[in-house]
């Protein structure tokens, strides 16, 4: 059974490219943009994996974060940020990231064979 996992960022480019890049990995990836997507994906819970940006208009990270737990208890999570350094935390990826290094991080978050 293939992975699910929900990418939230509200700029539609990096969106598309996570989306794009995850699928052709066989992962079942669900992109949203803001708070009315992500109540409409969580209707499809649970994923096994959150992908959020830091830094969104309308709504922290934590908010996303205790949303997404909410219906998916044992989600890992993965921040992204082309803002924030945080390279000492295994769960962050620094935008702009190239889309293998995207794969991998995703491909060991899940405990999966490179």
């Known amino acids: 059974m293939s992975r699910k996992i929900l990418v939230v960022d509200d700029e539609l480019l990096i969106l598309n490219a996570v989306e794009k890049a995850l699928t052709k990995e066989g992962y079942r990836v669900t992109g949203v943009q803001n708070r009315q997507e992500l109540e409409a994906a969580l209707q ?36 992204m940020s082309g803002t924030a350094s945080r390279t000492d935390t295994d769960n962050f990826i620094e935008k702009p990231f190239k889309l293998a290094e995207l794969r991998e991080k995703v491909r060991a978050f899940l405990h999966e064979p490179s």
């Open 44 to 79: 499809s819970a649970p994923y096994d994996l959150l992908i959020t940006d830091l830094h969104m208009e309308e709504a922290s990270a934590e908010d996303i974060i205790s949303r997404v737990k909410q219906k998916s208890p044992a989600i890992r999570v993965l921040l």
